[in-house]
């Protein structure tokens, strides 16, 4: 995980915590406004995999796993799952998972009788791509909770550097953030620093500086992703550490 220590609190208190989702989220309570219904919404299209992962690694088969993803949405989206279990009490990735393990509890029985594909779609989600995703990841022996964790932090991760992207992107540089992406997410690149820097017509120095560069903006980002999911600005530097501590453990 490539982000830099924080120094200190974040300092981005007004511009991210002025919308972030989770925040919007319990401001609203139990009226599920449209604002917090949109940034619940947001929020549940990035980290719905991870809850697949974990249903999925409890016993269930891909099918079922799927369904059991997509009704849980479903009724959190509607909002009658914000009354049933308090948000307040922790983190959005704390909350999300409390939650689903109330719904296999207590609520998937309901229904059963509705028919595969029966209930209204509320995420767009990609069974197939999620399935293949989990057969081809290293889960070992780690339990469901663990894989939970693991596979939230990549998700984080994923959408901070998906935002990277764009904005590189918008800026007229993609070819650069493709080359360097892999010095980004901490794999070693196919070429050297030199070798890039002659394919793309500039020189190995400037280069490591636009490298140094979106580092930099890569932490940035991925404190405004935790950011998103936490309720108080104090708590993204600690959320951070735990994602850390999480990647260092899975080895």
């Known amino acids: 995980m490539r982000t830099e220590e924080p120094r200190s609190e974040p300092q981005a208190h007004g511009s991210v915590f002025a919308t972030t989702h989770w925040s919007v989220v319990l401001a609203a309570g139990e009226k599920n406004t449209p604002e917090s219904a949109a940034a619940l919404e947001r929020l549940c299209a990035t980290y719905w995999y991870p809850l697949y992962a974990y249903v999925r690694h409890r016993g269930h ?36 998972l409390a939650a ?9 029985h309901r229904s059963q009788s509705l028919k595969r594909g ?12 999620a399935e293949e995703r989990y057969q081809g990841e290293r889960f070992g022996s780690r339990s469901p909770e ?17 935002r990277l ?23 070693w690149p196919d070429l050297s620093y030199s070798e890039m820097a002659g394919r793309l017509g500039t ?35 600690e959320e951070l550490r735990h994602l850390r501590a999480v990647l260092s453990s899975a080895g």
């Open 146 to 162: 663990e894989i939970y964790e693991r596979t939230w932090t990549l998700a984080l991760l994923e959408r901070a550097l998906t």
């Open 203 to 237: 020189s190995e120095a400037a280069l490591k500086m636009t490298a140094q560069r979106l580092r930099r903006r890569y932490a940035e980002l991925v404190r405004e992703e935790i950011a998103q999911t936490v309720p108080e600005p104090r708590e993204v530097c």
């Open 165 to 187: 992207g764009e904005e590189t992107a918008a800026a007229g540089r993609a070819t650069r953030f493709e080359e360097l992406k892999p010095v980004l997410i901490g794999e």
């Open 61 to 96: 088969s891909p099918e079922d796993s799927e369904d059991l993803t997509q009704e849980f949405f479903c009724r959190l989206l509607k909002g009658n799952y914000l009354a049933q279990v308090d948000p307040r009490k922790g983190k959005f990735r704390s909350f999300l």
């Open 118 to 129: 029966g209930a209204m779609t509320f995420l767009p989600l990609d069974a197939f791509q």
């Open 100 to 108: 689903m393990n109330h719904f296999l509890a207590n609520e998937w």
